[in-house]
């Protein structure tokens, strides 16, 4: 009885092993991140347009249901509420034209008026502008409330097939004996 146990314990720790590493090699993808600077968001397109630091053109991220969005100490923020030209840090998956932003995090500017003042050289007026923190909207609950749940839901359904394997595994021993 004891040798049983012991060979069903090395055997499910070998399938859990070696469907583990199934897993993780089927996985696999190569995250990317990039600085810039926030230019548009077209809501139609679920394309949001970013400045690279590098200076070079433009680049467009697709945004999905996926893309978490926050702030640098994690707080979701809403897409429509980044101001034109915030800092950003964006993760994101694939190469050429199909950028897609896994992560976007909205940092705050150096000074609050480094990147939105303006000196015009005949007045000598200075304008800046400044964003207030406000509360989620019910909207903007809903989501993360959407988000989570998804999130929830796909560890879930990890679990399951987990359990599953590991199932089938026992009754393949079992049936080997």
């Not at 139609?44 to 590098?54: I, L, Y």
């Not at 400044?130 to 929830?152: M, V």
């Amino acid at each position: 009885m004891n040798t049983k146990m012991t060979t069903l314990g090395a055997a499910l720790l070998a399938i859990s092993c070696f469907w583990s590493s199934q897993a993780f090699a089927q996985t696999t993808t190569t995250v990317t991140t990039t600085n810039g600077a926030f230019t548009e968001y077209v809501p139609g397109s679920e394309t949001m347009v970013v400045r690279s630091e590098s200076g070079s053109s433009p680049l467009r991220y697709s945004v999905t249901k996926q893309t978490m969005i926050v702030d640098e100490a994690g707080a979701p923020v809403a897409i429509d509420r980044i101001s034109p030209g915030s800092p950003l840090s964006i993760q994101y998956t694939g190469s050429g034209d199909r950028l897609v932003a896994s992560r976007v995090v909205v940092q705050r500017a150096a000074t609050a008026t480094t990147a939105v003042t303006s000196v015009p050289a005949v007045t000598g007026q200075q304008t800046s502008t400044t964003t207030t923190t406000r509360p989620l909207t019910h909207e903007e609950k809903h989501a993360l409330k959407e988000e989570r749940e998804h999130q929830k839901k796909a560890a879930k359904e990890e679990i399951e097939r987990r359990e599953e394997a590991l199932e089938k595994a026992k009754d393949k021993l079992d049936d080997d004996d």
